[in-house]
């Protein structure tokens, strides 16, 4: 229902509106054979963790360790080290890592992959849900109670356990403070999971040879409210949000200097997080690497949302990540890759979650503060 207000607990303390709220009829794609998307009410409305009741969280968590049960679909001497479908995905990311970040293609490239995701928990473990998402403001002064991260049954699991010899998250020169944690996972539905693909520090210039091979370790997690805090705040959504053009857009979301403490909440969420998730390679081995590009999702689509006309189809940047190799810039026919998960897709596929192969929208509400009644 494209025009209606989603229904939730969120509608009790401000209209939280199910983004894009409407669609502007004389927006037409740029391209020929672009229909509209499927029927309204079948859209399906992303919420946020929180809003989540308690078996609908855990639902979403069991749909996520079914695909992690079911055996790898891609051919094993390509990537040895997906075991299971879940890892099929993770690889993929690796795969696509040096032409997917830092670029014209970064949003819309992720945004199929989220909904591939979705959509392998839908049709292949029944999972009756949406792919949930993380307002990180909601939680970033203390992750660790959070209901994503709080270790109870209903979380994505909590922090790893101390490891004093945990490696400081450096960018470069400059290093950030430590977390909390550092070790394995230990608590809620994740706690002692294995994941298959080895856990690289910083940014390699190529995709190392053996980034597909068999390296099991713990999931593990460094949680740090210092950097979530300070790089996922209400104010950075604020200014994602004002972004004039779709430069300015992606800069704010996703700026990474190195050498510097200069970064977006993209890359601020996947450092508050920490170990596997600062691996800019592997990081959708943590479950939360969904909620959390889930929420640039949704401010790309309430971004997009406020100006069609000028928005939807906007794209800037090349192919390749900080354009090195030199690359041709993003353009609406380019096709964007996604191995053994789906055939090649063109960039204007990908551009309107409410066209073609999508039909979805995200409860949110602009500027709300955290609510203090969630089922905890
Ligand atoms: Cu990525």
Same mark, same amino acid.
């Given at each position: 229902?494209?025009?209606?207000?989603?229904?939730?607990?969120?509608?009790?303390?401000?209209?939280?509106?199910?983004?894009?709220?409407?669609?502007?009829?004389?927006?037409?794609?740029?391209?020929?054979?672009?229909?509209? +998307?499927?029927?309204?009410?079948?859209?399906?409305?992303?919420? #946020?963790?929180?809003?989540?009741? &308690?078996?609908?969280?855990?639902?979403?968590?069991?749909?996520? &360790?079914?695909?992690?049960?079911?055996?790898?679909?891609?051919?094993?001497?390509?990537?040895? +080290?997906?075991?299971?479908?879940?890892?099929?995905?993770?690889?993929?990311?690796?795969?696509?890592?040096?032409?997917?970040?830092?670029?014209?293609?970064?949003?819309?490239?992720?945004?199929?992959?989220?909904?591939?995701? #979705?959509?392998?928990?839908?049709?292949?473990?029944?999972?009756?849900?949406?792919?949930?998402?993380?307002?990180?403001?909601?939680? *970033?002064?203390?992750?660790?109670?959070?209901?994503?991260?709080?270790?109870?049954? /209903?979380?994505?699991?909590?922090?790893?356990?101390?490891?004093?010899?945990?490696?400081?998250?450096?960018?470069?020169?400059?290093?950030?403070?430590?977390?909390?944690?550092?070790?394995?996972?230990?608590?809620?539905?994740?706690?002692? /999971?294995?994941?298959?693909?080895?856990?690289?520090?910083?940014?390699?210039?190529?995709?190392?040879?053996? &980034?597909?091979?068999? *390296?099991?370790?713990?999931?593990?997690?460094?949680?740090?409210?210092?950097? *979530?805090?300070?790089?996922?705040?209400? *104010?950075?959504?604020?200014?994602?949000? #004002?972004?004039?053009?779709?430069?300015?857009?992606?800069?704010?979301?996703?700026?990474?200097?190195?050498?510097?403490?200069?970064?977006?909440?993209?890359?601020?969420?996947?450092?508050?997080?920490?170990?596997?998730?600062?691996?800019?390679?592997?990081?959708?081995?943590?479950?939360?690497?969904?909620?959390?590009?889930?929420?640039?999702?949704?401010?790309?689509?309430?971004?997009?949302?406020?100006?069609?006309?000028?928005?939807?189809?906007?794209?800037?940047?090349?192919?390749?990540?900080?354009?090195?190799?030199?690359?041709?810039?993003? /353009?609406?026919?380019?096709?964007?890759?996604?191995?053994?998960?789906?055939? &090649?897709?063109?960039?204007?596929?990908?551009?309107?979650?409410?066209?073609?192969?999508?039909?979805?929208?995200?409860?949110?509400?602009?500027?709300?503060?955290?609510?203090?009644?969630?089922?905890?």
């Amino acid at each position: 229902m494209r025009f209606s207000i989603a229904i939730s607990s969120l509608a009790a303390l401000s209209p939280a509106v199910a983004y894009p709220a409407s669609n502007d009829a004389s927006l037409k794609s740029p391209l020929p054979g672009a229909s509209p +998307g499927c029927a309204n009410d079948t859209s399906s409305v992303r919420r #946020e963790w929180s809003t989540l009741n &308690k078996l609908e969280r855990l639902s979403f968590i069991s749909a996520v &360790k079914c695909l992690m049960s079911k055996p790898s679909q891609l051919p094993h001497d390509e990537a040895p +080290g997906a075991l299971n479908r879940y890892d099929d995905f993770v690889a993929t990311h690796i795969n696509q890592t040096h032409v997917i970040h830092s670029n014209g293609i970064f949003l819309s490239w992720h945004r199929h992959f989220l909904h591939l995701f #979705e959509k392998a928990l839908q049709d292949e473990c029944r999972y009756q849900g949406t792919l949930p998402y993380w307002n990180w403001p909601w939680w *970033a002064s203390d992750l660790h109670h959070s209901p994503l991260f709080n270790g109870s049954p /209903t979380s994505l699991g909590g922090d790893g356990y101390f490891n004093a010899s945990s490696p400081p998250r450096s960018n470069g020169n400059y290093t950030f403070p430590r977390g909390s944690g550092g070790g394995c996972v230990h608590s809620g539905p994740f706690a002692n /999971t294995t994941v298959h693909f080895k856990n690289t520090k910083g940014i390699p210039s190529t995709t190392p040879a053996d &980034k597909l091979t068999y *390296a099991p370790h713990c999931l593990s997690r460094d949680l740090n409210n210092l950097i *979530a805090s300070k790089y996922c705040s209400q *104010a950075r959504v604020d200014g994602i949000l #004002e972004s004039s053009n779709i430069g300015t857009f992606q800069s704010l979301l996703s700026d990474f200097v190195p050498d510097t403490d200069i970064m977006g909440p993209h890359n601020g969420g996947h450092y508050a997080i920490g170990n596997n998730m600062q691996d800019q390679f592997a990081s959708p081995s943590d479950p939360s690497f969904w909620l959390h590009h889930a929420m640039i999702d949704l401010l790309w689509t309430v971004w997009q949302a406020k100006d069609p006309k000028q928005r939807q189809y906007a794209l800037q940047g090349t192919v390749t990540s900080l354009n090195k190799p030199p690359s041709q810039n993003a /353009t609406l026919t380019y096709q964007l890759d996604f191995g053994y998960l789906d055939a &090649k897709q063109e960039v204007w596929k990908l551009m309107d979650v409410q066209r073609d192969i999508y039909d979805y929208s995200y409860e949110y509400a602009e500027g709300v503060a955290q609510p203090e009644d969630y089922d905890h």
